[in-house]
């Protein structure tokens, strides 16, 4: 078992998302993914199942069905082959479990 303090690990880059890896198993991967206004992350995610938690901020997530608002403590569950992008709108923390195929 791990425990974290997610606050240590909270990192941020004007140029990118930051990914920081906190579990990554065969079966599960759990990150803390940082991201500035604008910024877009999970696009090279879509062969897996993904669980995003939205830690700090807001944003939006786009979809094949449409882009939908997400807000702190927002859960967003994410189905293998779903075209996916999530989208800063303020300074913005989450936890991404992603689950791979198998």
């Not at 425990?3 to 990914?19: G, I, K, Q, Y």
Request: proline residues 1%; charged residues 25%; negative net charge.
């Amino acid at each position: 078992m791990g425990e974290f303090n997610l606050e240590d690990f909270v990192s941020f880059s004007e140029n990118n998302a930051v990914l920081t890896k906190l579990c990554d198993s065969e079966k599960v991967r759990v990150n803390l993914l940082c991201m500035e206004e604008g910024q877009t992350a999970l696009e090279e995610t879509n062969d897996q199942k993904v669980v995003v938690i939205i830690n700090t901020g807001s944003g939006s997530v786009v979809m094949q069905e449409g882009e939908q608002d997400v807000e702190e403590g927002t859960l967003v569950l994410f189905e293998s082959g779903e075209t996916r992008s999530l989208k800063a709108k303020t300074k913005l923390t989450a936890l991404v479990t992603a689950i791979p195929k198998g």
